[in-house]
C-alpha cells in the first residue's frame, strides 16, 4: 500500500489542500475506519479493485468517481483487489468553489460525483483513466478545477468570509462569541451561522469539535504527550470531556487508538516514502 501527496497549483491553493494518490498493491481485502476532518474531498477510482463504505448495516460499492460529503461520525470502508485512487482534499469551505448545491446536503455519505457535475466528469475519468503519468493525470485534475472556479465568480465574496470565520475559530485563546464575529462583517449571527452550514456543511460548533478533535489525534500520533496534556492543550474542559469527544468521533477511547490499526492512516503517515512528489508549478 502506498500514499503520497502533491501541492496544487498556485491559483487553487487557496481551495485544495492537496491531492493524493492511494495504491493498494496486492489483492487482499482490508477494511478500516474513516473518522471526521473537516473537509470534503472528491476520489477518482482508476484501479481494477473496488472500495466500499457502510453508511448502514450493509457495504456499499462507491462510485466510479466519488464526492465525500463531511463525515459526521465514523465511517467503516472496505478495499477490495488493487485500488488505485486519485483524491482532491478540499480545504473545509472550498468544495462550495465547484459545487452549486447547498454543501451539508452531501454530510455523511459518498456522492456519485458524474452525477451531481453531469458528462463533463466522466469524461475527465475517462481521460484519467488513459493517461500514462501521474503528471499528465493532475494536470488534467487542475484544468478541470480552474475551469470550475472561474464558473464561481459570484459564491467566492461569501466563501472568503467563511474562510476568515474558520480562522477565527481556530484561535481558542482569542474565541469570540458568534454575535461579535458577526457584527464584524456587519451581518446577524444567525445568517452567518447559515453561511457556515451552506459553504462547510458544518455548524461553527461542530466544526471546532472536528477541529480540535483532529489536533488531538494528531497529538496522539506523535506520542510524545500524555493524555492529560493533551486534553488541556486542545482546550478541553477536562481529560472526560476530551474522553467522550473522542469517543464521539472515532468509537475509541483515546487509549484505545492506535495508528498501527488502520492501514490507511499507516500509510498515510509514511507519506514521501514511496514516491517522488510531484509539485504543479
Known sequence: MTYH???PGKALQPYVKHYYVYESTCDAAFEDVVFPCGSMEIIFNLGSGSWLTQPGQEFVTTPAVELWGQVLRPLAVRSIGRNTMLGIRFYPHAAASILNDRINQ???QV???GDVMGKEVHSLHSQ???ARSWTKRLALVETFLLQQLSLATKRLNKIAVVSDLMLKLQQQESFDTMETLATRYG?????MQQLFVQYTGLT???YSQINRFQNS???IREGNSSLTSIAYECGYADQSHFIREFKTFTGLTPSGYAIANSPV??????????YEGVLIA
Open 106 to 108: 452531501f454530510n455523511h
Open 111 to 113: 456522492a456519485n460525483f
Open 265 to 274: 492512516e499507516l500509510a498515510a503517515s509514511l507519506v514521501g516514502q514511496q
Open 187 to 191: 451581518i446577524s449571527a444567525r445568517y
Open 204 to 206: 461553527p460548533k461542530l
Open 217 to 219: 489525534l494528531q497529538l
Open 5 to 7: 501527496e502533491f501541492k
Open 128 to 130: 484519467l483513466t488513459d
